[in-house]
């Protein structure tokens, strides 16, 4: 039996609730009202409704050319991922199923390898980068992208996998299912929720890594954070544009994030939540 | 079941991931060791070689260091306090019974999902902009003088900005945590008499503390390395105001071009990471483990 609740109860939450949400979504929402006005209207003061233009687009694409950008970003997330996964799916598994007695202790190095200040160890990267000729390579960003990211993806698949019960495993056995069978009609439909999460969250951390994707890149494999720099000093008036590139450039993964929202949250929670 | 065989295959499983982290840790972090003893100038080269511990005293005596060390504890610092008590209070408010629920928590995870970048010059520009920002326009509303937010209080504006970016995350984590508490229990609660803060404090907050404990650990690693926000809105002023430890060295490094210096405030700065990672790992650990 849920608790009786009253109208009135109800009618206050709902309104506190959504006063607080729309004023936390308030700077996003204003960027898109103002990347729909003109450079003139943006300057005037508070105001909610745009006129509804699109030439702050079609000037930021003519300035900067967004798509090349939006590829990159597309590429660089999407690749470091299938590679992080590759590397970090047999591994969570192994902890997962056979832990053995220095499981937790992996685990925990693996996430303090993430406390490394990532500016300590710029020069040497960059170095390492030149050497091997992969400064502004997509190829070489995707793996830092992936380095970085791997500790986060190992642990959430741990804790996804270790959801998994091992009784259903000997069931299957005593079934007769071969070890493929078992993989195939047992395992996969299990683990496939938890990878798929994985794999939006490593997917949102790629696209808005702003340090690495930065300064490896100059021209050929820069992505949208790079695209969105070249605002940052500025530039006259300027406001409607610098709104217009903020809506491109986060737009993409602000509806992946809406759509899935729900599986992500799960993922977040690292096992904290049962 | 686990029989050798199976142990060595789990074994051979987890090799990779192990060995690349550990290269990924290990090789950049001892050539900055070595740099860090080196004078190393890229545009001044007549002066470089083998210097001992120069570069940590000339790093040490930097006027700025102490304070970059005490602006990056406070950044970290203010950022929990504000998203761990914001993040529970907006979980409770959400958790209520009301109309469009699903709306909501999509509105209040958004900022989750902007690059920092975005973020920083959204507020910059948008927000906090001392002349056409909505915050100016809500004091020229009220009469009052619009605040030279950057100008005037640079590290709260920063704080406020990278708050702005983690409430998301730590409200939606305690909310999953606070909608897996036990009806029930509540109930039972409720029947004892147990008013809405001894429920609180003897019930909801302790089903809460795992989930606290991913939320501090997870931001920690996050917010020690904040970089972004500052490039783009105050570059660190005015002075060193709001210079943090990762834009410290990231001005020796790339802007003075001084690398020993840089590699030196690198080895601080791992140092530092460590000291605070060890105690919320223990923490951490030690709430997992349960």
């Known amino acids: ?274 | 079941m686990a029989t050798q065989q199976t142990r060595s295959l789990a074994r051979f499983m987890l090799a990779p991931s192990v060995v690349l982290l550990f290269v990924w840790m290990v090789v950049p972090l001892a050539l900055t060791i070595w740099f860090s003893f080196q004078q190393y100038n890229p545009l001044n080269p007549i002066r470089d070689g083998f210097v001992w511990f120069s570069n940590y005293s000339l790093f040490y005596s930097n006027p700025a260091f102490l304070q970059s060390i005490l602006n990056t504890l406070v950044l970290v610092g203010s950022v929990l306090l504000i998203t761990v008590i914001g993040g529970i209070m907006l979980a409770l408010l959400i958790d209520q019974p009301m109309w469009g629920q699903g709306i909501v928590r999509i509105l209040v995870i958004s900022p989750f999902f902007v690059m920092p970048p975005v973020a920083a010059l959204v507020w910059k520009n948008m927000i906090m902009h001392p002349q056409y920002g909505v915050f100016a326009d809500i004091a020229r509303f009220f009469g009052a003088q619009p605040i030279d937010w950057f100008g005037q209080h640079p590290m709260l504006a920063i704080i406020i900005i990278v708050a702005w970016q983690w409430l998301p995350f730590a409200t939606l984590i305690l909310l999953t945590a606070l909608q897996s508490l036990d009806g029930e229990q509540k109930e039972a609660a409720e029947m004892d008499g147990a008013g809405f803060v001894s429920r609180f404090i003897y019930l909801t907050l302790p089903h809460m503390s795992r989930a606290i404990t991913v939320v501090i650990l997870i931001q920690t690693i996050f917010l020690l390395s904040v970089y972004a926000e500052i490039l783009v809105t105050t570059n660190g002023g005015p002075g060193y105001a709001s210079t943090n430890l990762p834009f410290l060295v990231y001005q020796k490094a790339l802007l003075e071009f001084k690398i020993g210096q840089a590699s030196a405030g690198g080895v601080i700065a791992v140092i530092l990471a460590n000291i605070v990672a060890f105690f919320a790992m223990r923490a951490v650990g030690k709430n997992l483990d349960k």
């Not at chain 1, 160890?121 to 190829?139: A, C, E, K, T």
């Not at chain 1, 993989?183 to 790629?206: D, F, H, K, Q, W």
């Not at chain 1, 940052?232 to 491109?248: D, E, I, V, Y």
């Not at chain 1, 729900?262 to 904290?272: D, H």
Request: glycine share 6%.
């Open chain 1, 1 to 274: 039996m849920a608790r009786a609740v009253t109208t009135q109860h109800k009618v206050i939450a709902t309104a506190a609730a959504w006063i607080v949400a729309l004023l936390i979504f308030f700077p996003i929402l204003y960027t898109i009202i103002t990347s729909f006005k003109s450079e003139q209207e943006a300057i005037q003061g508070f105001n909610l409704i745009p006129s509804g233009t699109f030439e702050s687009y079609t000037e930021v694409q003519a300035q900067s050319g967004y798509f090349k950008f939006f590829l990159n970003s597309v590429i660089l997330a999407v690749g470091s991922t299938i590679l992080a996964l590759i590397v970090a799916v047999p591994a969570a598994w192994s902890m997962a199923f056979s832990p053995g007695k220095w499981t937790k202790d992996i685990l925990m190095w693996m996430l303090s390898t993430k406390m490394m200040p990532a500016v300590a160890v710029l020069f040497p990267i960059y170095l390492i980068f030149r050497d091997l000729g992969l400064l502004d390579s997509r190829i070489g960003l995707m793996i830092m992208l992936m380095l970085i990211n791997l500790p986060i993806v190992i642990w959430m698949l741990y804790t996804y996998f270790r959801e998994i019960p091992g009784e259903i495993l000997e069931a299957a056995r005593m079934d007769g299912a071969t070890l493929w069978g078992e993989i195939v009609y047992v395992l996969t439909p299990m683990a496939v929720p938890g990878i798929a999460s994985t794999m939006l969250l490593n997917i949102i951390l790629a696209w808005n890594e702003a340090f690495w994707t930065i300064r490896l890149t100059t021209t050929e494999a820069a992505p949208l954070t790079a695209f969105i720099s070249s605002f940052s000093s500025p530039q006259g008036l300027f406001w409607a544009k610098l709104s217009a590139a903020s809506t491109l450039a986060i737009a993409p993964i602000l509806i992946m994030g809406w759509f899935s929202q729900k599986q992500l949250v799960r993922g977040l929670t690292f096992g904290a939540v049962k």
